[in-house]
């Protein structure tokens, strides 16, 4: 049964780090990129990163930049997400997800097929 789940998720202080996980089963995704989102309450679902099947390239919404970083491990079915210098306002649910391509194509919801169940990150002193 394909499942991608998320993990790493948590409570955390403002400044703080936190690397979420995104572990997939049932299928190899080596050769899609993924996305990761997250979606903040009351408001719409967000890209966060990207990256390419073989890792060689990534995105990052310029919210994130220079705090967070995405790698992937194709021999583990995992990808991850280094998050950095951590602010209250990166507090959402973040959800990977596998792209329909196997370069970065950008965040719109339908170019991406499966989706996680999310992974809570709350950023709060």
């Known amino acids: 049964q394909l499942q991608l789940v998320e993990s790493g998720g948590g409570l955390v202080q403002p400044g703080g780090s936190l690397r979420l996980s995104c572990a997939a089963s049932?299928?190899?995704?080596?050769?899609?990129?993924i996305g990761w989102f997250r979606q903040a309450p009351g408001k719409e679902r967000e890209g966060v990163s990207c990256?390419?099947?073989?890792?060689?390239?990534?995105n990052y919404a310029d919210s994130v930049k220079g705090r967070f970083t995405i790698s992937r491990d194709n021999a583990k079915n995992t990808v991850y997400l280094q998050m950095n210098s951590l602010k209250p306002e990166d507090t959402a649910v973040y959800y990977c997800?596998?792209?329909?391509?196997?370069?970065?194509?950008?965040?719109?919801?339908?170019?991406?097929?499966?989706w996680g169940q999310g992974t809570q990150v709350t950023v709060s002193s």
């Open positions: 990256i390419s099947r073989s890792g060689s390239s990534t």
């Open positions: 997800a596998v792209g329909l391509y196997n370069y970065c194509a950008g965040y719109d919801r339908e170019l991406y097929r499966y």
């Open positions: 049932g299928f190899t995704f080596a050769y899609q990129s």
